[in-house]
């Protein structure tokens, strides 16, 4: 029998499971942020933060562990192997059945929390084949510098609807030297063809300097027959070193010339200029002000930015476009309609404001344009031609559906001389012809964005911070989906030409396991820290045989008598060993065995084993398969997707901050 088994010790096993934890959690972007590492693993009070040890690999922790402390031989080719460690945790368990795949860890120790700041916290989430799902609350001190609080957060993507809307408000101590306040607020609608945006921001600050930064522009961009004119109102501090420029109405117009005029000279075309209304006022020390109306008229520089635009593209060498192809995109730029574009800035002693208001029309024909460019372009990080492809169909089905999404939003900070600022903002988006912009996809065979709901909250109470939070995305087949997505993503990462064959087999092996279930439930009550989780593969024995070599493991199974934390590992076929009848010299070639390992032959001992707790890890994991199951026999069966075409919320920051919140303690 070889001796490269590569069955150690319990930190082996341990890291063995933590992958699984790991893979099944770390996938759903969960970001559990404890990996057991050895039996002594425990929190250390007097830290900041907990510290567990943990490894990056299993071969990295098997190359820093040790042999078997017992084995007891059974009559029929089986063993146990017993390792034994001194543990400071309160409670330790941790059990595999191969047969059934299930894993199972639980973790429950004491935390202490000498400031009473965080009184509790739990934490649960489950990833299965129907997706992914987690809740999550927390209870703390409220800190010294908050005086109130309230967030709300939600958003919900579905086959009816895409909506998000959130609203955060709170009072907070400052140290600011200086006053002020700054507020926006706005609106953006945007469609297949067509966007419209408009909104303003004020800033007013107590240290923002005196006249001589004073000015005011307003400025509109239109569209004529034959080009475009630019409309300008402008008052400004002119200093003594440019006022010659502006002095006399015909400077001025040369000034504006030499400025506005470079622009048509470039693109081949003509420019003219019209002032309707000066006014140049000398002032002392060197401080004149200038008042000033005027019109920018460009005539024929559409001409120019097509040739230009043309002769860049065709004699681009890391593009495939023949003369006309590139004409046709560069006559697509020309084509954007712009309906409104106007803006104005006030700048006046301490304060800022400006405003705008846009309005751009028929840029389908350039998106369609860009599409083709990207197929076009070779270079590096070119996207693969399917998604290119699904993005232009994506495209055509928002115009055949007419789906439009209008997000608003509307906030303002204030910094008062009482040393506080106050915080007050919301933000909403929405769409119109969402249902029919699904029924588009479907019917163009694009899978539909998967079902998404998600709620945050937070707020103060007399001494007290609350926070609550909860998730759900539904997609078919994302357990086994994610597992093998991660393990593609390491193996061709950037470590993956450095992975070692063992780390390579065992990523290997996690992609061909078949992930069915996976729960982690974490918690913080009355100074007690519990950590729960499980998983249940299709095929585990793919996982076990990375780490068991020649032996067949069957199970793992744990037991703790004070400090002292055994685990047992339940190996059904020794392979070629005659276990009825052998002795430590017959199997002392394994790596599991070495000189301090004691061998209890076969008919001699009558220790009582821990037995593999294999209901216990079931029901763990059935008490939410159940519910999901009654929740999804309520519903219509969902095909599901990896993407979630129209939906940019980060459902991923929201999960990893209800993690940290519950796991974590304040530094």
Known sequence: MSSETNLRSTDGFRAFLAVFLV?????????????????????????????????????????????????????????????????????????????????????????????????????????????????????????????????????????????????????????????????????????????????????????????????????????????????VTQEQTVTEWTASQWETREQAKQTLQSQYGSVSTALGGTSAIEIEDYNFEAGANGQSQ????????????????????????????????????????????????????????????????????????????LTFAMFDLAEATATDDQLPADQLENARTALEAQQAAGLETELTWDGSIEQTSSDTMTLDASLTSDTENWDAYIDELESRDIEPPNDVTFELTATTDGDQLSMDGSFELEAEDLASQAVKNMA???????????????????VSALAESKLEIARVDAGLTDGTVRVEGGAKFENM?????????????????TEQDGETASMYVYVDDMGEIDTASATKSDIEQFDVVDSETTVHRAGEWDDDLPAIETDEMSEFLETQDDENTAESDDEDEDDGSDSIPGFGIGLASIAGLLTALVLRRRA
């Open 23 to 231: 893979a099944v959690v770390g996938v759903a972007t969960i970001g559990l942020p404890i990996v057991f590492g050895g039996m002594t693993t425990t929190v250390e009070a007097t830290e900041p933060e907990p510290e567990f040890e943990s490894y990056d690999s299993i071969s990295q922790a098997e190359s820093q562990l040790g042999s078997a402390d017992e084995i007891y031989l059974g009559e029929d080719g089986s063993a146990v192997l017993r390792y034994d460690d001194e543990s400071d945790v309160n409670k330790f368990e941790m059990g595999m059945d191969v047969s059934e795949g299930l894993a199972h860890i639980l973790v429950v120790d004491d935390i202490e929390n000498p400031d009473d700041e965080l009184e509790s916290a739990n934490f649960s989430a489950i990833l299965d084949q129907q997706g992914l799902s987690g809740s999550g609350s927390m209870v703390m001190q409220q800190p010294e510098d908050l005086r109130d609080l309230s967030i709300d957060v939600s958003g919900e993507v579905s086959e009816d609807t895409n909506e998000f809307d959130a609203s955060a408000s709170g009072t907070f101590d400052s140290e600011a030297t200086t006053t002020g306040a700054v507020s926006t607020s706005g609106q953006l609608t945007v469609t297949a063809d067509r966007l419209e945006t408009s909104g303003d921001v004020s800033v007013e600050m107590s240290d923002m300097g005196g006249a001589e930064s004073d000015m005011y522009l307003d400025a509109t961009l239109k569209e004529t027959t034959d080009g475009y004119a630019v409309d």
């Open 290 to 365: 200038l008042e000033i109306d005027f019109t920018v008229e460009y005539i024929g520089i559409d001409n120019g930015i097509e040739e230009q635009l043309t002769d860049q593209l065709a004699n681009d060498p890391t593009t495939d476009l023949s003369r006309s192809d590139a004409e046709e995109i560069a006559t697509s730029v020309t084509d954007l309609e712009i309906e409104t574009v106007s803006f104005m800035v006030d700048v006046s002693g301490s304060s800022v404001n400006a405003d705008w208001d846009v309005s751009i029309a028929n840029y389908d024909e």
């Open 488 to 506: 593609q993503s390491a193996q061709t990462g950037p470590s993956g030409p450095t992975m070692s064959a063992d780390a390579d087999q065992f």
């Open 541 to 557: 024995s793919a996982l076990t045989d990375t780490v068991g070599g020649s032996m067949a493991i069957s199970g793992i199974a």
